[in-house]
C-alpha cells in the first residue's frame, strides 16, 4: 500500500520555469487525501529555500522540509559524520551546510555540484589536491549536461566529478538520483518503508529506475523530457500517467484512500 | 643496428629547470657519432620556439625541427586532413598552428592540451558543445597531473579530457606518449624505421613501455621521475642507465658506430 510519493521537480511539477498543467493542484489533491509527499530533484546548483520561492512562486504550498535534494542529503551525511568538507558548489548550494566546517586545510570531503559559469581551474584544482590529501568524494549527480533556457547544451557536474576522478584515482560517493544511498536517505526523510513510497518522474533511469533498484515503485509521467522510446528500454515503470495531474484520478479509480 | 635517438626532455635532458650534469655534452657526442637526435615530450603548453629556447639556454643546440611535440604533432594532423579546429590550448601552443583555421563555427576537431589556470568553464564548455555538433577530440596527452615547482601538484589535461569524454561520449584521439600513433608520427618524423630507434626516458611506461610498443627499443635513466619500483612492474627496459650522460660510453663499450 502506497502512503506516499516522492515527486521530482522539473519535467514533473514544473517545466522551463511554469509549471505543468494540473500539477499544482494535484500535489494540493494528494496531500489532502492522506499521503506524505516529498519534492525529490536533483538540483544542486540552489538551496531548499531558493526551491521554496520557486515552487510558491508557481502556486504549489512547500516548506524546506518538504524538499530533498542533493546538498541538503550531503549536509545531512557530513553532519551525522561530524566531517569537514570543501565545496565546490553555487552560493545557494553553500547556504545548506551550516555547522559543517568548510574552512580547513584538510577537509574530510570533496562536495561537487553544479557551478556553471563559477567553475575554474583554481576551484578544481583545490578539490584535486585536497583528494590527493586524503578526502573523500561527495557528487552531488553524475549528470553530463543540460539544457539552458536559450536551447543551448551546458556541462552539468559530472564532467567535473569525472576530471577529479580521474586525476585522484578516488571513486565518488553520489548522493543524487538514481544513487541508492540518495534514495534511501529520502525515504529515511519521510519516515516511512520504500514498500509504501513511489517516486513520480519524467525521467525513465533517473527516476523510475533508481527507485526500482531501492525498493520503491516507479511512476513515469509523459512530460519534461519523456520520449517514447523510454518505454522501450529496460526499466519498467510501474505506472505510466500522462502528467502528474492525473495522479489524483488514477488513485481514486484504484479504490485507494482518496 | 639502432641509428636513432629519440630523447625525452623534462627528467631526461633537464630536471626543475636546470640540465642533467653531463646530458648536453653527451647530445653533443651521439650528434657526432652520426646518430639522428629528436626531442620528444609530452610538452603540451609550449610550442617548439619556446622548447628551443629553453634548451638552447642550457646550453643544449637545437633548432625547430629537432623536437617533436603533442602540439606540432596534431597541427601536422590537421593539416593533413585539412581540417579545422577549436584550440584548448595555451597561446604559446598555438602558435604551432598556423595554416589550421581555428575560427570557425563548426570545428573539425577539438585539440586540448595543458592550459593550467587559462582553463575557464566557457573554454570548456565551447569544448563540448562541439563535440556535441560532431567534432572529433584530439587528446595532446592523457597526464593526470604534475608537480609544479614550489612542490604543489597541479591539474594536467588528462582530467578535461575525461570531462570533456564523460560529457560528450567522444572517445579521443591520443597525440601524445605513450599514445601509439604519436611514436608512430615522431619516427616517420626522423625518417628512420621504428626497429632503428630507441626511445630515452625517465618513464618507465610514457616513454619506454610506449615504445616498445611501437616497435621501438626503450632506454630508461634513473633520473627524473624514476624510482627503483619502476623495475618491478610489466615494462622491461631495454636497458637501464643511471643518466643520459652515460649513453655515449655505453655504445662506445659495445662497439657501436661512435
Redesign the interface.
Known amino acids: 500500500m502506497v502512503r506516499g510519493f516522492l515527486l521530482d521537480l522539473d519535467g514533473t511539477v514544473y517545466d522551463a520555469g511554469r509549471p505543468i498543467a494540473g500539477a499544482p493542484q494535484a500535489v494540493e489533491r494528494l496531500r489532502q487525501a492522506g499521503f506524505a509527499i516529498r519534492f525529490v530533484t536533483n538540483t544542486t546548483s540552489r538551496d531548499r529555500a531558493a526551491l521554496v520561492g520557486k515552487l510558491q512562486g508557481m502556486g504549489v504550498e512547500a516548506g524546506l522540509n518538504d524538499i530533498f535534494a542533493p546538498p541538503y542529503a550531503a549536509a545531512c551525511f557530513l553532519r551525522e559524520k561530524q566531517a569537514s568538507a570543501l565545496l565546490l558548489l553555487t552560493e545557494s548550494a553553500q547556504r545548506e551546510f551550516s555547522g559543517v566546517p568548510t574552512d580547513v586545510a584538510r577537509p574530510n570531503y570533496v562536495v561537487v555540484g553544479d557551478?556553471?559559469?563559477?567553475?575554474?581551474?583554481?576551484a578544481?584544482?583545490a578539490g584535486?589536491?585536497a583528494l590527493?590529501a586524503g578526502a573523500g568524494l561527495i557528487a552531488l549527480g553524475l549528470g553530463?549536461?543540460w539544457r539552458t533556457a536559450d536551447g543551448?547544451?551546458?556541462?552539468?557536474s559530472?564532467?567535473?566529478v569525472?576530471?577529479?576522478?580521474?586525476?585522484?584515482g578516488v571513486e565518488p560517493v553520489v548522493l543524487g538520483k538514481p544513487a541508492r544511498p540518495f534514495f534511501q536517505m529520502a525515504w529515511q526523510d519521510v519516515g516511512l518503508e520504500p514498500s509504501q513510497l513511489a517516486m513520480v518522474g519524467d525521467d525513465i533511469d533517473g527516476d523510475v529506475g533508481g527507485a526500482q533498484r531501492a525498493g520503491l515503485r516507479g511512476i513515469l509521467v509523459r512530460t519534461g523530457k519523456f520520449r517514447e522510446q523510454d518505454m522501450e528500454g529496460e526499466v519498467r515503470p510501474d505506472m505510466l500517467l500522462d502528467s502528474l495531474a492525473d495522479l489524483p484520478d488514477v488513485l481514486k479509480g484504484a479504490g485507494s484512500r482518496e
Open positions: 557551478m556553471g559559469e563559477q567553475w575554474s581551474f583554481a578544481l584544482n584535486f589536491r590527493m553530463r549536461y543551448e547544451l551546458s556541462l552539468d559530472g564532467p567535473f569525472a576530471a577529479l576522478q580521474f586525476a585522484s
